[in-house]
């Protein structure tokens, strides 16, 4: 579905991405690994399409979804168009309005109306938090409700596949535990997810299948059970 092929980004005079190359099927939940600076956001950026200077310059290699290119795709029609979502690292929900008005900005772009009445269902039956709250201005929610938001919204937003940069950073044990359930829950539901994580136990338990990037290059991939298992992970990632 998703396709990274020998990808090289800059930032200015600086490559920050080496060629990598992977996948992720229709379906998967697919965790990318790696300590800060590996080049995981700049990845994500990449295949949403944002714009240089806040994202990277791709010089060579390709994006494609479903087979088709996005490196001349804007990022509002990969939105939109393509159903590509991201919740970006550190939410950037709307803080001045409620829940409910920051879920309804993500589907102005939506045809779909009867569907929609449905998702926003799909969303308050996912975090119940956010439906007792959803009249609630979104900057006095808790760091973890916010989190809930910013993956509700790019729910809503009718996408085929989400992009997750780092959902669990600032959240309690609990809290992160209840938000990979409800990201396996949406992956279950068919919902595609390409997770960037620093925790990699949970990336691990909850992903199908995971790659290691370090300094710009994916040095490690496979199974996310049989990573889990390998000593060289386990070193590096989990203690």
Known sequence: MLQVENLHVKYGNIEALHGISFFVNEGEMVALLGANGAGKSTTLMSIMRMPPPEGPLVTQGDVRFNGESLLNVPSHTVVAEKGIGLVPEGRHIFGNLTVLENLKMATFARKDHEQIEQDYDRVFSLFPRLADRKHQRSESLSGGEQQMLAVGRAFMSGVKVILLDEPSMGLSPLLMKELFK?????????????????NAHLALKYAHRAYVLESGQIVMEGPAKELAKDPRIEKAYLG
Request: hydrophobic share 45%; net charge negative; charged share 20%.
């Open 182 to 198: 409800v990201l396996k829950q949406l992956n279950d539901a068919g919902t595609t997810i390409l997770l960037v994580e620093q």
